[in-house]
């Protein structure tokens, strides 16, 4: 069975760092061709894709948001980290982190989210 | 910039309706690579389509997709209840080799 969590701050402050970490089982990142995506949903608004790791270590980001966001392996072989800097109001959001194998380019699994607050 | 879906489609129990996801030859166009997620409230996305048409074990049929030029459709027949919810396409982009999701769509069951 696959399962996802994410975990993390529920509130930062504008100018701080986020760090969210996906922890996750069922499955391999590093032998499986697996890849894990970060996904945010700000509150009542559409979906948006952050960035994805693959099981090569290969990392992609959003465009718009590139220079702020770092994807990596965490310190456990089943974890995955985003870092987000600068954190401003209109980064409140829930963020989810979904596995996607590769090749479907689609996420056939979720956690279940975490909400993170940016406010002084 | 995200893909383009309708706010909002709706439809009495039995009937079909069709949702919309337009964008361009760089994503929804250039690639067979859209998948479609459904999500009720409170809860996290569910895939029910990807790679255009395929659906995942356990989804049910009465959900399928297409595409034609650069707009992908989703297309759920014999409305039910439980299918009010908001669905997102999601696609591949060509630029900076990244993914894009649609606007959401929320449906409703009159």
């Known amino acids: 069975q696959v399962t996802l969590r994410e975990s993390g701050p529920a509130l930062v402050k504008p100018t701080q760092t986020l760090t969210l970490t996906c922890t996750f089982s069922?499955?391999?990142?590093?032998?499986?061709?697996?890849?894990v995506s970060w996904i945010r949903q700000p509150p009542g608004k559409a979906l948006e894709w952050l960035a994805r790791l693959d099981w090569d270590d290969d990392t992609h980001y959003s465009t718009s948001l590139r220079t702020r966001l770092t994807i990596s392996k965490g310190t456990s072989k089943n974890q995955v980290v985003l870092t987000m800097t600068n954190m401003d109001p209109m980064d409140t959001a829930t963020y989810y982190c979904?596995?996607?194998?590769?090749?479907?380019?689609?996420?056939?699994?979720w956690g279940q989210g975490t909400l993170v607050t940016v406010s002084p | 910039s995200a893909l383009t879906q309708p706010a909002s489609v709706s439809g009495s129990p039995g009937q079909s309706i069709t949702i919309s996801c337009t964008g361009t030859?760089?994503?929804?166009?250039?690639?067979?690579?859209v998948s479609w997620y459904q999500q009720h409230p409170g809860r996290a996305p569910k895939l029910i389509i990807f790679e255009i048409t395929k659906r995942p074990s356990g989804v049910s049929d009465r959900f399928s997709g297409s595409k034609s030029g650069n707009t992908a459709s989703l297309t759920i027949s014999g409305l039910q209840a439980d299918d009010e919810a908001d669905y997102f396409c999601f696609s591949y982009t060509e630029i900076g080799t990244s993914f894009v999701f649609g606007t959401g769509t929320k449906v409703s069951v009159l």
């Open positions: 069922g499955f391999s990142l590093t032998t499986s061709q697996m890849c």
């Open positions: 030859s760089t994503d929804v166009g250039g690639y067979n690579l």
């Open positions: 979904a596995r996607m194998p590769l090749g479907t380019y689609a996420h056939d699994s």
